[in-house]
């Protein structure tokens, strides 16, 4: 297949992402925009990365790269994100549901907002976002992507909203695998050791060579592992739904 060929049914693409500024939303953002979609790129605090990655992408192709800004624990402003992208692009095929807020939670220090930030981030948003969004996905026979986790199945020890939050965004892709067929597909991907976070002491040297040891492949993952995998979702899967795709280097196999 050549490249004309290729990109010719994702041309008239347009897909909004939550979380898309940085890190593996940033990497989700650049391989699909090569493959010829157009995006919504939601942030929350990101602004500078955000407007940073658009300017990058329309440089490529203008005009095919719009941003909005929200807090996606309000709910009540995610059907503006659905109808700024309608707006823009007169469409919307996709939705990515990729934002997370990640940090411990040990069991003795929980607080109520932790449990408001991580539930609301990480479950919350994407079902009402979904819902905000299902009549157009329904219109464009479109299809819903959700970013989990590896440790959906064995929850991480000192984690236990986010692990609890996530394992719910499994049961909600299922759920919605159902209430949106046949005309909406629904899959989520679950990302192992990729990019390790950000100035967190807990991910010092040894914590890595620990993980890089437990995972089948001896390696970590980058960015463009998962967006293959979101890709693929959304473009070669037409049969596929209710499904979760790991990408974690068989590592979930060796916990």
């Known amino acids: 297949m050549n490249p004309k060929q290729k990109n010719k049914g994702l041309s008239n693409k347009v897909i909004l992402i939550t979380g898309g500024a940085k890190r593996v939303g940033a990497a989700i953002c650049r391989m699909l925009h090569k493959e010829g979609a157009h995006l919504m790129i ?3 605090s990101s602004a500078f990365e955000a407007r940073a990655l658009q300017t990058e992408l329309n440089l490529h192709r203008p005009n095919s790269v719009a941003i909005i800004q929200a807090d996606l624990i309000n709910i009540e402003i995610l059907p503006k994100l659905v109808n700024e992208t309608v707006n823009r692009f007169g469409r919307l095929d996709v939705l990515i549901n990729n934002a997370s807020s990640y940090y411990p939670t040990e069991l003795c220090k929980i607080d109520e907002e932790q449990w408001q930030d991580l539930m609301g981030t990480n479950l919350k948003a994407p ?3 979904s ?7 329904r219109k464009n026979n479109g299809c819903i992507v959700n970013l989990t986790d590896m440790h ?3 929850p991480k020890k000192g984690y236990i909203v986010y692990s609890v939050a996530k394992a719910g965004l ?18 989520a991907v679950a ?3 990729v990019l390790w976070p950000e100035d967190n002491p807990q991910f ?14 001896k390696r ?14 959304i473009y070669d899967a037409p049969f596929v739904t209710g499904h979760v795709l790991a990408v974690d280097g068989g590592r979930s196999l060796n916990l």
């Open 42 to 44: 939601h942030y929350r």
């Open 127 to 129: 079902l009402f976002l």
């Open 131 to 137: 819902q905000a969004a299902a009549p157009e996905l």
């Open 152 to 154: 959906i199945e064995r």
């Open 170 to 187: 499994v049961t909600l892709t299922k759920s919605l695998a159902h209430e949106l067929s046949p005309e909406v597909r629904v899959n």
């Open 191 to 193: 990302p192992g050791p």
């Open 204 to 217: 010092n040297e040894a914590y890595r060579q620990r993980v890089i040891a437990q995972t089948l492949l």
């Open 220 to 233: 970590i993952g980058e960015g463009n592992d998962v967006a293959k995998a979101v890709k693929f979702l």
